[in-house]
């Protein structure tokens, strides 16, 4: 869009102290001349024809305590700024009326907004455009043109594996407010646990922490009045253990064992089945007023039901071929069940092939192929494949997948081969659904049933205290992905501003670098600074490496893992390790000025390996790093070789060169070790499960320096 390359160019080209850190990057950014508005009173939030005026009242208040905790002024109540805005319709709604214009001028900030949600977006906009701004703020005169490209931007959580309180809720709320996500998805049942408080089928909640309903109500106004939707999902057949541990009679039990486990899911042929969906559904659809209700309907065993008499007699009876076909005539049941509640079905992928009908919305998880497939099948559909932001990929991994590629996400055709040849149990494993094969763009009418994405941050090692933490700052760059022009792709200037923006989030309240600085607090009392300077440059392993648990698990074990190490502190992506390699392009491309910084920086942690063992004495929690701190500091004396060569003008002896290129060559094996799904299973992982970032950065400098 030749728009937007004129809109980043005038952001580039605002004075530095100004330049905004925009995120998601609006459609189009028009600058108003060179003039700033300077706001030195409070924001005066006005409106007309807008609807509900308690909601914007309070829309208005978030903004100014916002704009508060970022600057930390006391604003002149004698100069207030007027914030204008005018609605073309009083509609609300989560996904409609989000368009906006805003003006900066001379005196006032003006909106126009299709609805009152797009006010809500504006003010989103605003926030980003004061910014941290303790010395005061100027807001360069523009023109801001925005709409987002999907209706449909979203996460989702999983209190059903580890619980998540009302808090930790309410805090992604707000930060999905400020990057204008608008649908929180919640997956409330699963093996672990049903956690919504059930009056109908109390034993539900006999064990276990679960929501009250007038928690969950709380908690669905909290969002609404943010512009946000709350989307239940409980999970059937499969993933059902819960359920059917506390009522046996609606559930089959397999003979056959699975990880030591007998297989578990909903019994299928039983009328008691259904009376009991009817029931616990017409019980939880009303506590969640949006119009869409997930019924999950993923990853089915298909042994589960192989052992059960009245299943082989349904199957006769409906002329079922297979265990396929029996989970999709459940499917078709339980969808019907929420239909007459008057609600919109939403399944996994698996869904696609069960013959629901066309209203039905599909949400693809393993593959682009998926979402291909399920809007070709005329199912508007989500696009979750990819965005996984429980395998602890980095931003720019996530940021790269359009939601409208159609062959992106998934395992490769040769990566799958690969991984069949090496065992039976992978040969199993590894299906085509997987893998993502080469495939034709979207039609016209399949880009019209792609809704929208969502990012998934499943349950199994996000702990409470996690969820911040592993949500965040990556999720911000995912609204971008979901909100902004396709065309929005310059990964360096994301997490350009992502950096910014991250900042901001913490400083309104998020806790992802609060409770990160807690668990490394607990972990090392008295740290020195050590722990903190390791953390900062590196990540945890990635695609389920860090789960113990699956190992123990093929290994016919089970074990209980805490989530307190540190690779469960660690940055996902260190925006430290990215910063330093930027500058390190920078300084080799000329900017010798970033000579002295990086020097300090490395000289830092090439002596944090000494503070780092002193601590490390006679502490199990930091012992298994002590390897991780040997070599950050071997890496970063390499990186200060490499930079006295250049500010000699001298090349970097062979020995040095040599030397360097070893240990560069460790960090990317050890990167690559989980990078790949289950490559994280069958390569041995770093120490600690930490992977040390300071590479590319140090490369730089080497490259340089050979020469």
């Not at 999709?328 to 092939?353: C, N, S, Y």
């Not at 040769?414 to 149990?425: F, N, Y």
Request: hydrophobic share 45%; aromatic share 6%.
């Amino acid at each position: 869009m030749k728009i937007f390359g004129m809109a980043a160019a005038a952001l580039a080209a605002f004075p530095a102290y100004a330049a905004p850190a925009l995120m998601p990057l609006p459609v189009s950014v028009v600058p108003n001349g060179t003039d700033t508005l300077r706001v030195e009173g409070p924001m005066k939030a006005e409106w007309t024809g807008c609807g509900n005026a308690a909601a914007l009242d309070r829309a208005a208040a978030r903004l100014g305590g916002d704009v508060l905790r970022q600057t930390g002024l006391i604003f002149d109540p004698a100069k207030p700024v007027s914030v204008r805005a005018i609605c073309r319709s009083p509609k609300g709604g989560v996904d409609s009326g989000e368009a906006y214009r805003l003006t900066v001028g001379n005196e006032a900030i003006a909106i126009d907004a299709d609805g009152p949600t797009g006010v809500l977006r504006a003010y989103a906009t605003l926030r980003q455009l004061a910014g941290l701004s303790p010395s005061g703020i100027a807001i360069p005169h523009q023109t801001i043109n925005d709409a987002p490209r999907f209706a449909w931007r979203g996460v989702m959580l999983d209190p059903a594996r580890h619980f998540i309180s009302v808090a930790t809720l309410k805090r992604q709320i707000d930060a999905m407010e400020r990057l204008k996500l608008n649908t929180l998805h919640l997956h409330l049942s699963d093996d672990q646990g049903f956690r919504v408080e059930s009056l109908r089928y109390p034993k539900l909640n006999a064990d276990g922490e679960y929501y009250r309903q007038s928690e969950i109500r709380d908690i669905v106004a909290y969002a609404a009045d943010r512009g946000v939707r709350v989307v239940p999902e409980f999970d059937v057949p499969g993933h059902s253990r819960a359920i059917v541990t506390a009522y046996p009679e609606v559930g089959t039990f397999s003979k056959t064992m699975f990880l030591g486990q007998p297989e578990v899911a909903l019994n299928p042929a039983s009328e008691k089945t259904y009376r009991f969906l009817e029931r616990l559904f017409g019980e939880m659809a009303p506590l969640f007023p949006d119009p869409h209700f997930h019924i999950g309907g993923d990853e089915v065993s298909k042994t589960v039901w192989a052992d059960a008499e009245d299943v082989k007699a349904l199957m006769t009876r409906e002329n079922l071929a297979d265990s396929k076909a029996v989970e999709a005539f459940f499917l078709r049941r339980a969808a019907g069940i929420v239909r007459r509640l008057g609600k919109t079905v939403i399944g996994w992928e698996e869904v696609a092939g069960a013959g629901l009908s066309k209203d039905s919305i599909v949400q693809a998880w393993q593959t682009s192929n998926a979402m291909a497939d399920a809007t070709a099948k005329g199912h508007r559909t989500i696009m979750s494949a990819g965005y996984y932001l429980n395998l602890l990929m980095p931003a720019d991994y996530h940021y790269g997948i359009d939601p409208a590629a159609t062959a992106a996400a998934g395992l490769t055709p040769e990566h799958a081969k690969a991984l069949r040849g090496l065992s039976p149990l992978l040969a199993n494993l590894v299906t085509d659904a997987l893998i993502d094969f080469p495939h034709e763009p979207l039609s016209a009418e399949q880009e019209k049933l792609l809704i929208g994405a969502e990012a998934p941050l499943w349950g199994e090692i996000a702990a409470d205290e996690l969820i911040d933490h592993y949500l965040w700052p990556r999720a911000a760059a995912l609204a971008e992905r979901f909100w902004s022009p396709a065309s929005v792709t310059d990964a360096r200037d994301m997490y350009r501003r992502l950096a910014i923006v991250s900042a901001q989030l913490a400083v309104s309240g998020l806790d992802d670098q609060a409770n990160r600085q807690r668990i490394a607090a607990r972990i090392a009392p008295g740290d020195n600074g050590a722990v903190t300077d390791l953390l900062a440059i590196t990540g945890p392993v990635r695609n389920m490496a860090h789960d113990h648990r699956i190992k123990a698990m093929l290994a016919g074990q089970r074990i209980v893992q805490p989530l307190n190490a540190l690779a469960d502190t660690a940055p996902v992506d260190s925006l430290v390790a990215r910063r330093f390699a930027d500058e390190a392009k920078r300084y080799v491309a000329g900017e010798r000025a970033l000579g002295a910084p990086l020097k300090a920086q490395m000289n830092d942690w090439r002596g944090n390996e000494a503070r780092f063992g002193a601590i490390a004495t006679e502490n199990p929690m930091l012992e298994p790093a002590r390897p991780t701190a040997v070599l950050i500091a071997a890496v970063a004396a390499a990186g200060l070789d490499a930079l006295d060569a250049l500010e000699a003008g001298k090349p970097l002896s062979a020995a040095q060169v040599q030397n360097a290129e070893e240990l560069l060559a460790r960090l990317e094996k050890e990167e690559a070790a989980s990078w790949r799904p289950f490559d994280s299973f069958l390569r041995p992982q770093p120490a600690a499960d930490l992977i040390v970032k300071i590479g590319p950065g140090v490369r730089t400098l080497v490259e340089a320096a050979a020469k």
